[in-house]
């Protein structure tokens, strides 16, 4: 069986920037989720790399779907994501933060 079609990404180099910030293979995307918050990331033909954030509380549920040019680098998607959750969700800004810090991406330098 050809391993390429259990990728995620056609480009290789594509699916071990999303493996370097944490993302894991699931079926046709790489997901990441920390805290309330889950993010997949699949690959979009016409614009690179569509990023789906959710989240779900109590007395809340957001979803959107923001994208991400495959030709950027690892931190520019970091902060990319950082931004997103710093908006959007709040609460769980200092988790993504703390989780890009331990993952080696600096954020912002």
């Known amino acids: ?3 390429k079609l259990n990728e995620p990404f ?3 180099s594509t ?3 999303y493996r370097r910030l944490g993302f894991v293979s ?3 995307c790489m997901t990441l989720k920390i805290g309330n918050v889950s993010i997949s990331a699949v690959e ?3 614009s690179g790399v569509a990023l789906f954030f959710e989240s779900a509380g109590n007395r809340t549920a957001c979803q959107y779907e923001s994208c991400a040019p495959e030709k950027c680098g690892v931190e520019q998607i970091a902060g990319l994501i950082y931004i997103n959750i710093a908006t959007n969700f709040r609460d769980s800004a200092e988790l993504f933060k703390a989780h890009f810090r ?3 991406i ?3 330098q």
């Open 1 to 3: 069986m050809n391993d």
């Open 10 to 12: 056609l480009n290789p």
């Open 15 to 17: 699916a071990e920037k």
């Open 26 to 28: 699931a079926d046709i």
């Open 44 to 46: 979009n033909p016409l």
């Open 102 to 104: 331990e993952v080696g």
């Open 106 to 108: 600096p954020l912002f």
